[in-house]
């Protein structure tokens, strides 16, 4: 059972343009919301994250809007370069003891020059 | 700092072959991971130790998966005997913040293919 389920399975956009990636969940006790990005052949690692009390975070090109009461939260690339081509995993994890993360199925992004 | 360090990359073997595949965590962290990544099931969590004591193993897919984690610096993931559908690329992830883990550092994976 996907406790976070996350859209599109894959996504092709042009140099320049904002790819756009959607997750939902239903455990309202997740309070913590990673991106993971992976790169061929590499394991994935840490891209940017949010806690439920903040409604959009930036780092660089990167941004998340997280809607708490939609349960919704994305993944957007500004001003995408072919660099960016890879798959993107979101996350949540749990209140419990040892805050367990749950994966969405990932999407993979292909940015074309 | 040299990373989350897995071995082998890649690894080929027969139906019923016993396959131990290996991890070194960051030094210094306290928090380790097993993953299995699929096409069909995305990344699993397998197992989970803190402080070398496993705390999580309710994603180990049966009783002929096992692993341990005889000190801070390394961890061993054993399939016996394996079989076709173990095929996956298997990741050890560490990370130092204790029982919050909001940063997993990956390693670059195990591919096993089993014939």
């Known amino acids: 059972q996907q406790q976070v389920k996350q859209s599109p399975q894959s996504l092709i956009v042009q140099k320049g343009g904002i790819p756009i990636i959607n997750c939902a969940y239903e455990?309202?006790?997740?309070?913590?919301f990673p991106w993971y990005q992976q790169f061929p052949g590499k394991g994935p690692a840490l891209l940017i994250a949010?806690?439920?009390?903040?409604s959009e975070k930036k780092e660089g090109r990167f941004t998340i809007s997280f809607n708490k009461s939609a349960k919704q939260f994305s993944l957007h690339i500004m001003d995408s370069q072919p660099g960016d081509s890879a798959t993107y995993f979101c996350?949540?994890?749990?209140?419990?003891?040892?805050?367990?993360?749950?994966f969405g199925a990932g999407t993979q992004v292909v940015v074309t020059p | 700092d040299a990373g989350v360090i897995q071995s082998p990359r890649h690894e080929v073997t027969e139906m019923g072959q016993e396959v131990t595949l290996r991890c070194k965590p960051i030094s210094g962290h306290n928090s380790l991971f097993w993953y299995r990544q699929t096409m069909m099931r995305g990344l699993e969590l397998l197992i989970y130790?803190?402080?070398?004591?496993?705390?999580?193993d309710s994603g180990m897919p049966e009783d002929r998966f096992s692993a341990k984690m005889p000190n801070a610096s390394f961890s061993t993931l054993k399939i016996q005997p394996s079989e076709p559908r173990d095929s996956a690329v298997y990741f050890c992830a560490s990370s130092p913040w204790g029982v919050t883990n909001e940063k997993l550092f990956f390693g670059s994976g195990t591919q096993l293919s089993v014939l």
């Open positions: 949010i806690r439920p009390d903040v």
């Open positions: 455990n309202t006790a997740f309070d913590y």
């Open positions: 130790f803190n402080n070398n004591v496993p705390i999580d």
């Open positions: 996350a949540a994890r749990t209140t419990d003891s040892w805050g367990k993360l749950q």
